[in-house]
């Protein structure tokens, strides 16, 4: 009892960061529920993945076949399902990421949990656990309790945790796969890798970065002007990538990019923590947007608070003209 | 091909000054402007996609209020053929799984091949409502989906991962998907299109008429208690460039990064 059991996620035969963040998340709970971090593993080859997991100081459940060699939400589900019923952990922490969210409210469902997703904040307050989750792409912060059950789930986002460093001195213990055979109502196929482009915005000095705020397609050349001018390459939103302004390589983001450029100038974004994700390594960072509680600005160091449409060739006309 | 396709009716809160009421318990949407969910308007434009490429029919389905009427009146003007609005206070609607009961409840007993709903509400975020919908249907899904292409008694999908990875795989029908942005490019309602619509079915349903207890979706049935909204505090360190005009502001910010050897 008062044990917290995460589903750690790997792919490709690494440890998602995901994983790490989860465990810096739940020591402290575990601590004020009295009882100890727990790690399920599943997945097929799992003997470096346990070990690196376990040096974090903990207990790791390995559940290694060949069946769930790669991720597959039924089969997770199952295993991790098995593991509830085996462990009746007080807490379980699944990743807010393409595996978790595919995964995580089936199972609230299947075993009717408590359920809170995207968490960003947990505590436990008089003996009930209690979640912190944002609305209105951050712009609201809601506090929700969990009513009094056996196990409760969330889903906990990426990056709103920092991974501790690993004091060594967990332990791998195997388990069975109750899995016995294949299911043939959801089969993996492949991975498709993203698909490269012209130019690796990763390795971007300067980068001109534009969101939904431009409105239309024919306002690109504002930006395309002002990316000429200082030697930058151009980058978008997912919103700017979905509309056909940029192909997707340009996309920074969860699902698009990191970048960690020297300038990074958000021209009409607002700042949603998928997009920030991609875009908080970079050293120096500018924000033009009209709306003065756009999240973007949480992570600027520079911040216009006006019409792009008016602040940018503006700013592209002065640039020339300074940098003659 | 028979498609259920769920769509939800958000506040575009991009450019808006948010506030939450005394009580810290709702969020004052008086003053925002209300529309179709920009994910759910992917699914609608795919579950159209499907019916053109395969025949069949596209109901929608949506819990919301009467203005939201206008939101799926568009639906049905880009091909969709009915709706069922569910309008019943009793849903506690910041709970997904609550509202995927009810949307299965409007489901079940019903022949169906495929379900869509948007992979995210812009609104609360939790991307939860489509998976759980499948489990209350007890049918297979996949969340995030960029991709769909209709096999024999199968679909074959392509989700979209970290990093713009796609994951590949097949799920035999029926089944749930939820729609990532970005899959198609939703077309406009055709002139004709909006006329038809109006000649359209779209019932309106509430809890009876679905056969759910109001006790299997309401707040006592939730096992979360939303306790309270705020504005996040937010330790902004930027530097704001202040001015009299936008020009004034462009010209500071273009000296800042000369000077400042950012460009
Ligand atoms: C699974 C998943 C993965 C995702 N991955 C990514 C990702 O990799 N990258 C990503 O970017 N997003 C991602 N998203 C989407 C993300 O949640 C946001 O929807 C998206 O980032 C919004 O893009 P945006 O900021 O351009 O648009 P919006 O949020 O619509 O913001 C537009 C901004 O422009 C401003 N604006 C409007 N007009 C003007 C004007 N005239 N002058 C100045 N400012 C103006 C507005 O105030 C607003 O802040 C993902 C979502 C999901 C569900």
Redesign the interface.
Known sequence: MGNVLILAEHRQGAVRDITFEMLAAASGVARDLGGEVVVLLPGSGLDDLAAQIAAYGVKVLVVDDPLLANFNAEKYQLVLGAAIDAYKPSLVMVGHTAQGVDLAPALAVEKDLPFVADVIGLAVEGGVLKATRQLYSGKVNAQVAFKPAETCLVTVREAAFEALEPPGGGAVEKIECPLKEDIAYRQFVEYIEAEVGDVDITQSEILVAVGRGLREEKNMPLVEELAAVIKADLCGSRAAVDAGWLPHDRQVGTSGKTVKPKLYLAVGISGAFQHVAGMKGAKAVVAINKDPDAPIFNVAHYAIVDDLLKVVPKLTEKLKELKG | MKTFVCIKYV?D??????K?NAGGTA?DSSRFSFDIN?ADNYAVEEAVLIKEKCGGTVTVLSIGPKESEVMIRMALAKGCDDAIRIEDERIALYD??MV?KTLAGAIKGQEFDLVLTG?MA???????????L???LGV?????VKKVEMLDGKV?V???????????????LPAVLTIQ??IN?PRYAPIRGIRAAQKKELKLVNLDDLGLAASEVDSSA???????????E????????EGS???E???K??????K?G??
């Open positions: 506040p809160t991009s450019e808006a000054v948010v939450i969020v920009d997904p799984l995927a992979c812009s609104d609360d975020g939790q991307m939860a409502t489509g998976v759980a499948a489990e209350y297979p899904h996949a969340a995030m074959k392509q989700r979209e991962l970290e990093g713009g990875l796609m994951e590949v795989l097949e799920l035999e942005t970005g490019e939730s096992k979360i208690v939303l306790e309270k909204l705020y504005i996040p937010v330790a902004s360190t930027a530097e704001v460039i005009d936008a020009d502001k462009a010209e910010l273009a000296s800042i990064l000369v400042g950012l460009v």
